[in-house]
């Protein structure tokens, strides 16, 4: 609305990195007319999710625009995952300070690299000039009915989740310098890489269809998300901390229980299995069961003897 | 990322405007999960179309919240009008710097009561901190085949536009007090409703398909979205600028042809129908025809009397 001063080159250099032809027989139209024109597989469901990363709050503003990229749309496929849904096309809506070609060249990489991994095309897009801002469209597939839900939960289902917890919040205090101690620098780097490079699990979501009675990914942390599973399955849960998995460079920290089950960013899934589907979970999982579904509401924290543990954490808070 | 201060009231007070129970049977999970899930009419192609507002840059930071919430809205199903598609869903990425609930209120009624008009349910979104933005993704449907393009306007087609130019531009000189001449109110509000609370041509769109050669919505004024289709379809065109529809208001005062062709923000269609197929243009599409495409690339203006008219426009510039 008000003036603007950039030319149809800088459009057209932001257009360049955005722009590659499709490999997917399921994009009739992609970026370039008013509207992308997709098919949906006949007798499939549409999943879609769309996620804000706000520069200086979801990420550091000098942060690798590569991983920036690479994030912007994990997070997105870690919300498909925990639906079970298979990741097939991304819409983006990036709003940039200015036209800085470096940045877009790597922010860019780092968005189809993850792209590449799932075969998921980029259909379409729009650029705005205003304070650095990123949001993302992922649409997948799934088959009518065996999307996992978070309602679904039941008294004794058992509580998994994927991967190891709580590396990304320190990975955060890396960032910032606010570690404590000193760490090597492989060991920095790690912690830096699940912060900045989240992998999705999508393929522990498609393998947990009609096997998790409920899923969700842990991007506010366990409290808050295991918070949502138990609220909309209407129980609540007993977590044994001491059974929660933590990576070896964590391990080697004293990191409060807080941050491991309040900081957030870990992209990890956590579902709940019925008893008797136990067995039918792929080994291919990488998986910890964690507690147990309970009827009486609320998330009650326990250590490996069983004692009570009391614990002050809330997740990520977007307000 | 960094440390949030709001409380989950807040987020239950921001998600209590837009959470509403959906009208449409295609909508087999909408807010409230990881994913919304969603079934596409068997058949059907897709056609989806993200947008950003960034406050500042596409709206006055002290505009009515009522008409940005329409306004994010209409500009997005004015993308799918362009392609002739059935406007379904949305999804919004709302990022906001406070939690303020008159605001709140007042940008869901907007969004909402454009919604209505065409059956839209809001079916996903997500709320972050920051400077104020909103992206939207409009989902629609098309028959296979039967989007209308940008690419498909050929040498001897009319060129028409629907409702009249140039009241968006002008509406905006009110809004910033910049308009030369004194004006009625009735004549203000008039200009600034055609720039806050825009019509998305969905009906017109819908009753094209299968006449019309090529389509575009004017978001950024005819010269760079006419010069989109010309592009695409590989064509020129001639345009009579006395043809141009101007609204009564708009005729009552002196405005630069610049300001008409270039100054966007208009959301009417612009779309060529070929000579054989004018006759199938439906009698209830609003449309003036303003020139027709010619082989020869670029666009030539002239007057009534087919003198050529020099035009120094480049519409809204995005960077």
Redesign the interface.
């Known amino acids: 609305?008000?003036?603007?001063?950039?030319?149809?080159l800088?459009?057209a250099l932001?257009a360049r990195h955005f722009t590659r032809p499709s490999q997917r027989v399921d994009v009739?139209?992609g970026i370039?007319?008013?509207?992308?024109?997709?098919?949906?597989p006949?007798g499939m469901?549409?999943?879609?999710?769309?996620?804000?990363?706000?520069?200086?709050?979801?990420?550091?503003l000098d942060s690798d625009p590569y991983g920036i990229g690479w994030k912007t749309l994990a997070v997105s496929l870690s919300?498909?995952a925990?639906?079970g849904?298979e990741p097939a096309w991304a819409?983006?809506?990036l709003?940039?300070p200015?036209?800085n070609e470096p940045w877009l060249q790597a922010f860019s990489s780092g968005l189809f690299e993850l792209a590449d991994q799932y075969n998921v095309a980029l259909?379409?897009?729009?650029?705005?000039?205003?304070?650095l801002?990123i949001?993302l469209?992922a649409?997948?597939f799934?088959p009518?009915g065996q999307?996992i839900?978070?309602?679904g939960a039941e008294p004794g289902d058992l509580i998994y989740v994927t991967g190891t917890l709580g590396d990304a919040a320190v990975g955060?205090d890396v960032r910032l310098g606010r570690l404590d101690v000193p760490i090597p620098p492989e060991e920095a780097a790690y912690l830096c890489a699940r912060l900045e490079r989240p992998e999705p699990r999508v393929a522990a979501g498609l393998a947990l269809r009609g096997i998790a009675s409920s899923?969700?990914?842990l991007s506010d942390g366990l409290v808050a998300d295991l918070g949502h599973i138990l609220k909309?399955s209407q129980v609540g849960a007993v977590i044994n901390l001491d059974s929660i998995p933590r990576s070896t460079v964590l391990r080697g920290l004293s990191v409060p229980w807080e941050k491991i089950v309040g900081g957030g960013?870990d992209y990890e899934l956590c579902f709940t299995v019925p008893p008797d589907r136990q067995a039918l979970i792929s080994p291919t999982i990488n998986k910890t069961p964690i507690g147990v579904i309970q009827s009486e509401p609320g998330i009650r924290w326990c250590d490996a003897k069983g004692h009570a543990v009391r614990i002050e954490a809330?997740g990520?808070?977007?307000?």
């Open positions: 609305m008000n003036a603007q001063t950039a030319s149809s800088e459009f932001i009739v139209q370039g007319d008013d509207c992308a024109l997709l098919r949906v006949s469901e549409l999943a879609i999710t769309i996620d804000t990363l706000v520069g200086g709050v979801h990420f550091l919300d498909l925990a639906m849904a819409t983006l809506a709003t940039l200015d036209v259909v379409g897009g729009n650029t705005s000039r205003g304070p801002s949001a469209q649409h997948g799934t009518p999307a839900r978070r309602a955060l899923a969700i990914d909309a960013d809330t990520f808070r977007h307000f």
